[in-house]
């Protein structure tokens, strides 16, 4: 199979440039990047193409791995270029923007796919991690093309609505609450908060690095793109405003209400009881990772 990856100097474009090599097929890679493009070229040994378009002309399979904002423009660019036999799929993080360019091109008779790999270019191998799936207009059909384009990976659907309020949650939320967490601690003596900080703390730092350390420009579009984040943005600035209260007036009793609430909501949540020994694992696997 003939794989065109379109953003294949970025992460997850390189991620998978590295994916379908490995199990056989030839990649082709475009990318408005061309020097780190030649950087993926030299290291991996894909084919660079010349433009999108190239890129996309004789694939079987057409990756769409570019930014938030600019993915409905690039799928409305090579979705002329496409071969009839060929899939179309984007892996973008939201999905609202690319849903109806995949529609009217699947009216028109081509083959597409709307992903989401619910995992980051760190990831070792595909086995064991999640791709989501947003049904463009045939769920079970294209549910059965995921899964036999990626068939280590759980594949799980969900409606276009809502995965982009989940990814408000997931995504946004989480990024807001490390970006503000990171920008606090930076300002401090990081060398000596790790020499004494315990296992929360060397747990949050790990993760606000790690989110510190990705492209801004996608979390850009992930926090101002999604029109339901600014909804949970409110709703932590609210929580927060109101703990920060019951914390200043040294309010015992609220503090301990809000706090039992809390934990009885996450009761819900059949694995809570085991929160704290994961804990623990994950920390000694980052340790793990030092040595």
């Known amino acids: 199979m003939i794989v065109a990856i ?3 100097a970025g992460r997850m474009g390189a991620w998978f440039a590295k994916y379908f090599l490995e199990h056989g097929h030839e990649v082709v890679i475009s990318d408005i990047r061309v020097d780190k493009a030649k950087e993926i070229v030299k290291q ?9 378009a190239w890129a996309a002309r004789g694939a079987d399979l057409v990756l769409v791995s570019t930014p938030i904002d600019v993915t409905p423009k690039v799928l409305t660019e090579i979705l002329p270029e496409v071969d009839e036999h060929a899939i179309i799929a984007e892996i973008t993080s939201l999905k609202s923007k690319v ?6 091109a699947a009216i028109r008779g081509k083959r597409v796919l709307s992903l989401h790999p619910l995992f980051g270019s760190g990831a070792r191998k595909l086995s064991g991690e999640k791709i989501a799936l947003v049904p463009v207009v045939d769920p079970a059909g ?3 093309l995921a899964n036999k384009i990626f068939p280590e ?8 609505n809502l995965h982009d309020r989940a990814m408000a949650l997931t995504l946004a939320l989480t990024h807001f609450i490390n970006i503000i967490f990171a920008s606090i601690i930076g300002e401090e003596d990081i060398n000596m908060l790790k020499r004494i900080g315990g296992t929360t703390f060397t747990l949050q730092y790990v993760l606000s690095e790690a989110i510190i350390s990705e492209d801004p420009a996608l979390y850009v579009s992930i926090q101002m793109g999604n029109e339901n984040t600014i909804i ?6 609210e929580k927060a405003i109101s703990l920060k209260n019951i914390i200043e007036d040294k309010n ?7 706090y039992t609430e809390t934990r009885d909501l996450l009761l819900k949540d059949t694995d809570f009881m085991k929160a704290y020994e994961k804990m623990y694992s994950a920390l000694e696997a980052i340790r793990r990772g030092d040595d």
């Open 142 to 144: 294209e549910r059965e």
């Open 153 to 160: 990976a759980t594949i799980v659907p969900v409606d276009c």
């Open 232 to 237: 949970y943005l409110n709703k932590l600035i």
């Open 6 to 8: 379109i953003g294949g």
């Open 252 to 258: 015992y009793d609220a503090f301990i209400k809000i």
């Open 44 to 52: 991996m040994g894909v084919k660079l193409s010349e433009s999108n």
């Open 99 to 104: 849903l109806p360019v995949l529609r009217g």
